[in-house]
């Protein structure tokens, strides 16, 4: 089955770090772009970070340029998000989501996952 | 950064209406726009990319269009199904930006 899974989202103070992880499976993972894209509660779509297939292309929201860092093991099938330096409106659903709509040279998310909650507060 | 507005923010209708809904990026983005349907609680769903392209699976009801700064989603006759919140995003340039959404409500 086609299909993209998160993990590691949970409850941090403000200051701290979490980890989110993707794991992909029923399709060739190392052939797409894949993102992570955020909804705080009861908001619209943020979209956060983006990563090429080799994972030497990264792209970032302004919001999240120097704390997040996303990341890829093509071998594992896994898409990751480290996130430090959170704050509390950094609380969001995270979904990860695999660019394969293809059009020109833009490549449009076709695939996601269920989403991980993470949740800043003290 | 692009920025996208939808309009309007709220619609109510009915089954077998036909709505539009129309998004608008501050600067021209070709035709790198999707559309995205979402329920509570669920992930978005992609209906239409590239401004016009219907994803596969998505019903014939469904249409896009436009090109430049101005884009309407169609739904030619809504089914119960169809309520929800719908998104636009524009894929011109970083930061991939989303609009603030339309909620389609019953009537």
């Known amino acids: 089955e086609v299909q993209l899974v998160e993990s590691g989202g949970g409850l941090v103070q403000p200051g701290g770090s979490l980890r989110l992880s993707c794991e992909a499976s029923?399709?060739?993972?190392?052939?797409?772009?894949m993102g992570w894209v955020r909804q705080a509660p009861g908001k619209g779509l943020e979209w956060v970070a983006n990563i090429n297939q080799g994972g030497s292309e990264e792209n970032y929201v302004d919001s999240v340029k120097g704390r997040f860092t996303i990341s890829r093991v093509n071998a594992k099938n896994s898409l990751y998000l480290q996130m430090n330096s959170l704050r509390a409106e950094d609380t969001a659903v995270y979904y990860c989501?695999?660019?394969?709509?293809?059009?020109?040279?833009?490549?449009?998310?076709?695939?996601w996952g269920r989403g991980t909650l993470v949740t800043v507060s003290s | 950064d692009i920025q996208l507005t939808q309009s309007p923010s709220f619609l109510s209708a009915s089954v077998g209406d036909r709505v539009t809904i129309t998004c608008r990026a501050s600067q021209g983005i070709s035709s790198y726009l999707a559309w995205y349907q979402q329920k509570p609680g669920i992930a978005p769903k992609l209906l239409i990319y590239a401004a016009s392209t219907l994803q596969s699976g998505v019903p014939s009801s469904f249409s896009g269009s436009g090109s430049g700064t101005e884009f309407t989603l169609t739904i030619s006759s809504l089914q119960p199904e169809d309520f929800a919140t719908y998104y636009c995003q524009q894929l011109n340039s970083y930061p991939f930006t989303f609009g603030p959404g339309t909620k389609v409500d019953i009537k």
């Open positions: 029923g399709f060739t993972f190392s052939s797409y772009y």
């Open positions: 989501a695999r660019a394969g709509a293809n059009w020109g040279s833009r490549w449009y998310y076709d695939l």
